[in-house]
């Protein structure tokens, strides 16, 4: 059924005031997922409306949509999307920056360590030590991320690591917000083999700091490029010091549709929200400016990737991922990141008079709201 947007409205008003302990019933379950079908069809009409007007739009095999010149695309996202995945390597529990897109928002204090001379991959602890091991049973993965808050606090600790991995013929990429590296870490980490470095520079709001040290990086390590969630902030930001940031000669640039979880949320409570597949929730302003970015990198002829991260590049990651481990025919870690639907987040966009479904129809019987 095509929920109306004045029904949904009504209903997902009930559904916000619900007791968490109360039981959602199936008809009450159609007319969410029918309401949750019409946000998502607007959105991709809205979007599948920008994506048509940039000129020379790429797919890598259909998993995601970038511009620009494709042998900069990152090879981190070809293991992510074509290769055996990306084994999440973790170490540091803190970071020196609180961003309200952050995953673990207001939680930065509570992180658990992974342990003294340890390492967590693959959800396993290791001693430096025990790599050895592992490479001689498991079969080796087409690539490795340094993931979980910020690596430059101890960046010390990872050099050994990634030699270990880079002798293994391993790529490997390394997140960061960019603002405690230097020139000699950065020379360091180029030497012990790091294949490609990753820079959240909405993180310091493109501090000419960060952008400088983007540059250097490019000095001693082959892949350098920009990761961050697409904010309106982080798109301002961005466009301010467009050409300081080209010049540092970066190869890419992914724009991560910003999904939302229990922690960071609240940051953007009142914003019109869309949940896509069931899965990831987002505001709808997130992707839309990723492809207004594209469409500019492609008309100014940018020499570098820019990659168009959406939710549907993360579903194409997870059914990417099920194939290569052997998993069942259709099997996916893509999922919603709640425990329980946070139904009032949508009411902002079911309010929001200037935002339409594109059909409706009128509720059968014993759907309708009470009193309609």
């Known amino acids: 059924m095509k929920i109306s947007k004045k029904d949904a409205l009504i ?6 005031l619900m007791p968490e302990e109360e039981e959602i019933n199936t008809k009450h379950e159609e007319i969410i ?3 949750f079908a019409q946000i998502e069809a607007a959105i991709d009409h809205r979007n599948d409306t920008l994506i048509s007007k940039i000129r020379s739009l790429k797919t890598l095999e259909n998993r995601t949509f970038f511009v620009g010149n494709e042998s900069k695309f990152p090879k981190g996202c ?4 074509l290769g055996t995945g990306l084994s999440a390597v973790r170490k540091t529990n803190k970071c020196n ?5 952050c995953y673990n928002y207001g939680q930065l204090e509570d992180i658990p360590p992974i342990g003294e001379d340890m390492w967590e991959i693959g959800g396993t602890k290791f001693y430096e030590k025990d790599i050895d091991l592992l490479l001689s049973i498991h079969q080796k993965p087409s690539g490795i991320s340094y993931v979980y808050l910020e690596p430059f606090m101890e960046i010390e600790k990872y050099y050994s690591v990634i030699r270990k991995f880079s002798d293994a013929g391993i790529h490997q990429h390394l997140y960061t917000n960019g603002t405690l590296a230097t020139e000699e870490t950065l020379k360091a980490l180029g030497e012990a083999g790091l294949s490609e470095i990753r820079f959240n520079l909405g993180a310091s709001k493109c501090s000419d700091k960060v952008i400088e040290n983007i540059g250097i990086a490019k000095k001693y390590i082959e892949n350098v490029g920009v990761e961050t969630p697409m904010t309106p902030e982080f798109f301002q930001a961005f466009f301010k010091k467009k050409q300081a940031i080209l010049e540092t000669k970066l190869d890419f640039i992914n724009c991560a ?14 914003e019109n929200m869309y949940i896509s597949r069931h899965g990831y929730i987002s505001p709808i302003w997130s992707r839309e400016l990723t492809l207004k970015f594209m469409k500019k990198a492609d008309e100014e002829n940018w020499d ?7 939710n549907y590049t993360k579903f194409a990651r997870g059914l990417n991922l099920s194939s290569k481990a052997g998993m069942w025919f259709g099997a996916s870690n893509y999922a919603c990141e709640f425990s329980r639907i946070p139904y009032e987040v949508f009411l902002p966009i079911l309010r929001d008079d200037k935002f339409k479904f594109l059909s409706e129809e009128e509720l059968p019987d014993g759907y309708k709201p009470v009193g309609n």
């Not at 920056?97 to 897109?101: G, N, Q, R, T, W």
């Not at 549709?257 to 009142?270: A, P, Q």
Request: glycine share 2%; charged share 20%.
């Open 257 to 270: 549709e910003l999904h939302l979880n229990e922690n960071n949320i609240d940051n953007y409570y009142g």
């Open 78 to 81: 070809r293991s992510c999307l």
């Open 33 to 35: 997922y029918s309401t």
């Open 97 to 101: 920056l609180e961003c309200k897109f």
């Open 11 to 16: 209903w997902f008003e009930l559904f916000a």
């Open 304 to 310: 570098l990737a820019v990659h168009d991260c959406s």
